[in-house]
C-alpha cells in the first residue's frame, strides 16, 4: 500500500482500466439522480477531472525542487516571518474544502530562502488530500529538513466546508493548528514573539 504523499491521480489506463475520473464523474452524476447529458452538466465530468489534477498537484511536486536554487548565505540569526499566506486545501475526509491563513517564521543558521520559497511549499503541501494537522507538520518539517535553520514555527488557521456545510454547520467556527521545532518549542520568548508577531495587524 503506498503512502498518501506518493500517490497522485493516474492516467485512464495506467490502474488497468480505460475508465477516466470525468466517466467516474458522469456515473456518479446519474447515481444520485442528474443527468450528465443536460446543457448544465454536458462538460462538468472533464471540467471537475482538471480541477481536480490541479488542486491535487502537489502529490507530483518535491520540496528539494521548490526550494532549489534559491538558497543564500547570511550572517542575519533573528526571526524571518512570512504570514497572511492564504492556503486553499481539500479535506481528505469528505473532500470538501478548507481555507485560511499560514504563517510560517524560522531562525536561520547561517542560511536563508528565497521569500517566494516559503509560499511555493506551503502551495505544494496543501495542494493534496490533507488534513490541518498533518499541513501544519508537513509544511514545519519540510523547512527544517531543507534549510535546517535553527527554528520552524507554523500557524494555520482555516475554516472547513465539512463543518460549514454540512455535520455540524457552523458557519463562523475556526480551526487553529500550530507546528514549533526547534527554538520555537524549545524557547518560550521566541515563541511568543512569533505568535505576538502574526496578531498583529
Do not use: W
Not at 498518501?4 to 470525468?22: D, F, I, K, N
Amino acid at each position: 500500500m503506498k503512502r498518501t504523499e506518493e500517490l497522485a491521480l493516474a492516467e485512464p489506463g495506467s490502474a488497468g482500466t480505460s475508465e477516466s475520473v470525468a466517466d467516474l464523474v458522469r456515473r456518479i452524476l446519474r447515481l444520485i439522480g442528474e443527468d450528465p447529458d443536460r446543457d448544465g452538466l454536458r462538460h462538468t465530468p472533464e471540467r471537475f477531472e482538471k480541477a481536480l489534477r490541479y488542486l491535487t498537484s502537489g502529490y507530483l511536486q518535491d520540496p528539494e525542487k521548490v526550494l532549489n536554487g534559491a538558497m543564500f548565505s547570511t550572517c542575519y540569526n533573528q526571526m524571518v516571518l512570512v504570514k497572511d499566506i492564504e492556503i486553499y486545501s481539500m479535506c481528505e475526509h469528505h473532500m470538501l474544502p478548507f481555507f485560511g491563513k499560514c504563517h510560517v517564521a524560522y531562525i536561520p543558521d547561517k542560511k536563508v530562502v528565497g521569500l517566494s520559497k516559503i509560499p511555493r511549499l506551503v502551495n505544494m503541501f496543501a495542494r493534496r488530500l490533507q488534513l490541518q494537522e498533518r499541513l501544519t507538520d508537513q509544511i514545519a518539517n519540510g523547512i527544517q529538513q531543507k534549510i535546517a535553520p535553527l527554528g520552524v514555527g507554523v500557524v494555520i488557521e482555516a475554516r472547513h466546508l465539512c463543518m460549514v456545510m454540512r455535520g455540524v454547520e457552523k458557519q463562523s467556527s475556526q480551526t487553529i493548528t500550530s507546528a514549533m521545532l526547534g527554538a520555537f518549542r524549545e524557547n518560550v520568548q521566541t515563541r511568543e514573539e512569533f505568535l505576538s508577531l502574526i496578531r498583529e495587524k
